[in-house]
């Protein structure tokens, strides 16, 4: 993959699917990921090698953000640790994100210390996913709708 977004968009992904916010469709090749604070919902869709999804990161910056790094983590294509995920379950990523204005450093550090993980810990789990994401041959590209308020 050419390009790589900040690797809290790992710890972002690890959140999505310790809340169960990621929902796969059987056999439509798509899947819904609410947002952290549930007031989106994104939609990424495949075929085969490619991903589309219409979140921020993916749509603005053309990388891989934490919807398709979650569904790909679920695929079985990006490695999950369980183990460290967990520590990422009821994160309001958008809260953080505003708090932090956009420093995702920052506000990956906060949400770390808070749950009490090891920062180095929780680096080497993201590291892998990168590491792996960069290995992968897939093209990310933008959807053109634009994310629609959750249901509740």
Do not use: C
Not at 25 to 46: I, L, P
């Amino acid at each position: 993959m050419e390009k790589i977004g900040p690797i809290e968009k790992v710890y972002e992904a690890y959140s999505a699917i310790a809340d169960n916010r990621v929902r796969i469709s059987e056999g439509e090749n798509s899947a819904e990921v609410e947002s952290s604070d549930r007031q989106k919902a994104y939609t990424v869709t495949w075929t085969e090698d490619i991903y589309t999804s219409n979140d921020n990161a993916s749509y603005w910056q053309g990388y891989a953000g934490y919807p398709i790094i979650a569904v790909m983590m679920l695929q079985g294509r990006l490695p999950l640790d369980r183990a460290v995920m967990e520590h990422f379950r009821a994160i309001d990523w958008h809260q953080l994100n505003e708090k932090h204005k956009r420093d995702y450093a920052a506000a990956a550090q906060e949400a770390i210390a808070a749950k009490g993980l090891d920062p180095n810990e929780a680096r080497v789990a993201a590291e892998k996913v990168i590491e792996e994401l960069r290995k992968l041959d897939i093209v990310v590209k933008r959807d053109k709708s634009r994310p629609q308020k959750a249901n509740k």
